[in-house]
């Protein structure tokens, strides 16, 4: 396939499935598959193999998701979003940097990584993100936002403008994601509180 529309296939792929993943459609997830399988020819062909092996952890992740959703839709098909406790927060993004930083390793030793370090890093960091968003945490998508951000500048480095841009895309997603659920967490905790 030629790699500019595999990109722009890709690229719009991914758009649909998280923009259906902010407001909470169950869509979300087959749609994630299709985007993350995509994304894995990009990333191979642009030698980002820690991101090539993201979408292969990506698709264990929405399969994940994609079931714990099913038990968890209200009837009309969205999802009740849960608080996410403290130490649960610290102990994700502890495994998660130890995991960015033996992935690095491993990346900028045994293999010709375009960006070996930065790459594991954020992939590591994406699978806490993505962990956060199967188990229905609202701050998944402020470490969405800030993997982006870094994102954004990684893939312009790499010359794979379409996916750059879809970050910034990403970032305006992230932002209507996080308000959404937001919304969606402070109207659960209110239905739980007690009348004062």
């Given at each position: ?138 701050a ?6 800030a ?10 480095v ?35 509180s007690?009348?004062?």
């Open positions: 396939m030629n790699p500019a529309l595999l990109e722009w296939s890709a690229v719009i792929a991914s758009a649909l499935g998280v923009w259906l993943m902010a407001q909470r459609r169950m869509l979300a997830w087959p749609v994630g598959l299709i985007s993350v399988g995509l994304y894995a020819l990009v990333f191979a062909e642009a030698r980002l193999y820690s991101d090539t092996l993201l979408q292969c952890a990506f698709a264990a992740f929405l399969l994940y998701g994609w079931l714990n959703w099913r038990k968890q839709s209200q009837a009309e098909g969205r999802i009740i979003i849960t608080p996410l406790p403290a130490h649960q927060w610290t102990r994700d993004l502890g495994i998660g940097i130890a995991f960015g930083i033996a992935l690095g390793a491993a990346m900028h030793s045994w293999t010709n990584a375009a960006l070996p370090w930065l790459d594991a890093m954020l992939a590591a960091l994406s699978l806490v993100a993505q962990w956060w968003q199967a188990r229905r945490h609202t998944a998508w402020w470490l969405w936002i993997v982006d951000v870094v994102y954004v500048g990684m893939y312009a790499k010359s794979l403008h379409a996916t750059a841009w879809l970050y910034v895309v990403f970032l305006g997603l992230a932002a209507m994601g996080l308000r959404a659920w937001k919304k969606e967490e402070n109207r659960g905790q209110s239905r739980v007690p009348a004062t």
